[in-house]
């Protein structure tokens, strides 16, 4: 999946338990479990918002994007 | 004031699968019966026949009708049985947490395909029994009786009906378990 989340990254930076964060955005352990294994289909904006308001971070910083190997040979090809 | 208890839809589901199945073990017990009967002693259930096939007149029971008949019955029985038990299965699924299921919708969407088959079966059975019973008879009194009546339209229909909300459910069920994969 191209999209790779950082959650616990940033857990570890602001030495936070998942269970924690669960509670205070008002998600089930079991799905933040599966948000920070990437194993999602999508997250709305609504818990992100909250994601980042209580780890005061950027969605950057939990988001990342990583092309697959096909697509990165793509865009290394040299135009012209 | 006495207050009426009014019980919850969802916990009524556990009664009406155990009343599908007992219904589906009845039918079985009944198609056994009439089977053994049909075998050792044909002559008791051919009056029964002729009634509700040819309308009273005379039938010639051959060999072929022996056994083709008992074929044709087995297969209306094959087709109620698994329907009972498509729906038996169903309203087991409708009484545990997850309702609206894969599973639920797929044992609705064979149910209403078996009794959409049960129904056209009984809508063919009549000219083929028919037939079968007077095929012997003497020129002139040979039958073949076609009826299709509001009670087989109705059949039809709720058959129809029952395989489409399956199909619906299955496809709301697979929204329901994309969106959860949404936090």
């Known amino acids: 999946m191209p999209i790779i989340v950082e959650l616990d990254v940033m857990l570890a930076r602001r030495k936070m338990r998942s269970k924690e964060l669960a509670e205070r955005i008002g998600l089930t352990e079991q799905n933040v479990s599966l948000l920070r294994s990437g194993k999602v289909k999508g997250v709305r904006f609504e818990t992100l918002e909250k994601i980042c308001g209580v780890l005061k971070c950027q969605p950057g910083d939990i988001l990342r994007f990583e092309a697959e190997v096909d697509e990165q040979a793509e865009t290394m090809e040299p135009d012209g | 004031m006495e207050q009426i208890y009014h019980p919850r839809p969802a916990s009524l589901a556990p009664a009406l699968a155990r009343t599908a199945s007992l219904a589906a073990v009845l039918l079985a017990l009944v198609s056994v019966f009439g089977a053994a009967q049909w075998f050792t002693d044909p002559e008791r259930l051919l009056p029964f026949l002729t009634h509700a096939y040819v309308g009273g007149a005379r039938v010639t ?3 072929g009708a022996w056994l083709l008949l008992p074929v044709i019955f087995a297969a209306h029985s094959a087709s109620l049985l698994v329907a009972l038990l498509c729906l038996a299965r169903m309203f087991r699924h409708f009484g545990c947490a997850e ?11 064979r149910g209403g395909i078996a009794f959409l088959v049960f129904t056209l079966l009984v809508c063919l059975s009549q000219p083929a ?3 079968l019973l007077t ?3 003497p020129p002139g009194e040979r039958l073949v009786v076609l009826s299709f009546g509001i009670r087989d339209l109705l059949g039809l229909v709720l058959a129809g009906v029952l395989v489409a909300t ?18």
């Open chain 2, 61 to 63: 029971l051959s060999q």
């Open chain 2, 99 to 109: 309702p609206l299921a894969g599973e639920t919708a797929d044992a609705m969407r």
């Open chain 2, 129 to 131: 029994i028919s037939w």
């Open chain 2, 135 to 137: 095929q012997d008879n």
């Open chain 2, 166 to 183: 399956g199909h619906l459910m299955a496809l709301a069920a697979e929204l329901r378990a994309d969106h959860r994969q949404i936090v």
